[in-house]
């Protein structure tokens, strides 16, 4: 039975359940509604995990519930990327000047248990497996779920759609007329395969994101407790070297082949793997605003989805439980004031994520094999260590602090407009000196 005075959170997965911790220490009752059966005591969906890149911003989030420790334990730090040419040998790139600060690969299946495991276990929590949302009154809480058992009706004080980026919240006030949205879908996919261990090992170095770029596309691979890979393909939907394009074992051996001859001897299962796994849509999802009437809203992907390549997608969620905790605390748990103070807080920082994941789409596809973009790396580093603190890169500030995301922005423009500027004053100082020694 529900409970009027309930906050009904719909959606289980990373953000739906770290924000049924966050409410029920606040002494708040919660529902929390999922579409799924307890993926606790299922299997995964085969070819859709991604493992998660959980940085400082994420683990920021689990400090506050006491989380960190235990995610942590089966986390593999990552301290840089390992570039993987067609030809030649793979280069390490620290992720920061010393060398020592890392982002995380970890199961986002683990990572959903255990905060399944502790958002059950918190007093006034209920969870409601098998629940598929199909009916919304933004204005009185009434919901309809679809289960095995029939429609099932439900009613809350606030509803939260924390259902991702399909969201079936977001929907649901869309019809309303409450909001409005755009999605705007890359002409990229993404599919999984598998590196399994090697007579018991890791194959690749486990201390690092191992990147394949070509150009038009790439591969990522990040390691697993058990001591595989899960890779990554991102390629174009269409066109030459596309997903449409490779279907026959002998095409898909050939490709691989010609261009990642390090992965075949790696992957006994690619090609069974290639022709099993989904590929997946990679977009942006953008709506205002994220709430209606101060009673239904939006958090996490369901507002503001953003593509992968930075690593940030669950990090940033994350950042906007802790920020609506502190709204209601700021608010006096005055939900019509902190939906729309989560919003006007929230909004810069999760449009300038979104627009830095697609500008870093673009570098690691197309860039970091460079020489010149890993010269210009290690002179970023040297400023790095000459200017401490006062110089950071975007990728430092990005995944190892707290500064929102639109400070980060505005941040870097100012660094760079700084190393401009010195740049044009060493170039008319040295151009004066020449210009004096040929006057004597």
């Known amino acids: 039975m529900s409970d009027p005075d309930e906050v009904a959170v719909v959606g289980a997965g990373l953000a739906g359940c770290l924000l049924a911790c966050f409410l029920a220490r606040r002494g708040l009752p919660v529902a929390l509604y999922e579409r799924r059966p307890d993926p606790r005591t299922g299997t995964a969906e085969r070819g859709r995990s991604i493992n998660l890149a959980l940085s400082e911003r994420g683990l920021d989030a689990l400090r506050r519930v006491g989380l960190d420790r235990q995610v942590m334990a089966e986390a593999l730090p990552m301290r840089g990327r390992v570039i993987h040419p067609v030809k030649g040998e793979p280069d390490f790139q620290p992720y920061s000047h010393d060398g020592a600060r890392a982002i995380n690969s970890i199961s986002r299946g683990a990572l959903n248990n255990a905060l399944l495991d502790a958002a059950a276990a918190l007093p006034g929590v209920r969870i409601a497996f098998g629940h598929r949302l199909t009916e919304l009154d933004p204005k009185t809480g009434e919901m309809t779920f679809d289960t095995e058992g029939g429609p099932v009706r439900a009613c809350a004080a606030v509803v939260i759609g924390a259902d991702g980026a399909g969201s079936a919240v977001r929907a649901q ?241 100012r660094q760079h407009r700084m190393l401009g500027a010195g740049a044009l004053a060493l170039a008319v100082s040295a151009a004066a000196f020449v210009l004096l020694r040929r006057n004597r």
């Open 173 to 413: 006030l869309l019809a309303h007329g409450g909001l409005t949205e755009s999605l705007d879908v890359l002409d990229y996919g993404y599919k999984e395969l598998t590196i399994p261990p090697l007579d018991g090992e890791f194959a690749l170095a486990p201390d690092a994101l191992h990147i394949w770029p070509r150009g038009t596309s790439m591969m990522i691979a990040l390691p697993n407790p058990d001591r595989s890979f899960t890779c990554t393909l991102f390629w174009p939907t269409s066109g030459t070297g596309s997903f449409a394009s490779l279907g026959d074992p002998a095409a898909i051996e050939g490709h691989f082949a010609a261009h990642y001859p390090d992965l075949g001897p790696l992957a006994p299962t690619l090609v069974e793997d290639y022709r099993r796994n989904p590929v997946g849509t990679l977009g942006t999802v953008r709506c205002r605003p994220w709430q209606v009437n101060g009673t239904a809203g939006l958090i996490g992907d369901a507002a503001h989805a953003i593509v992968p390549f930075y690593g940030q997608g669950a990090n940033c969620a994350f950042e906007d439980v802790v920020e609506l905790d502190r709204c209601l605390a700021e608010t006096g748990g005055d939900w019509t004031a902190a939906l729309p103070l989560l919003e006007a807080r929230r909004a810069d920082n999760t449009e300038a994520i979104a627009r830095m994941a697609l500008a870093n789409f673009v570098e690691m596809r197309d860039k970091v094999a460079s020489p010149m973009f890993q010269l210009g790396k290690k002179a970023e580093h040297l400023l790095e260590r000459a200017l401490p603190g006062r110089y950071v890169s975007r990728y430092e500030l990005v995944s190892f602090s707290t500064v929102p995301y639109a400070e980060v922005a505005r941040r870097v423009r």
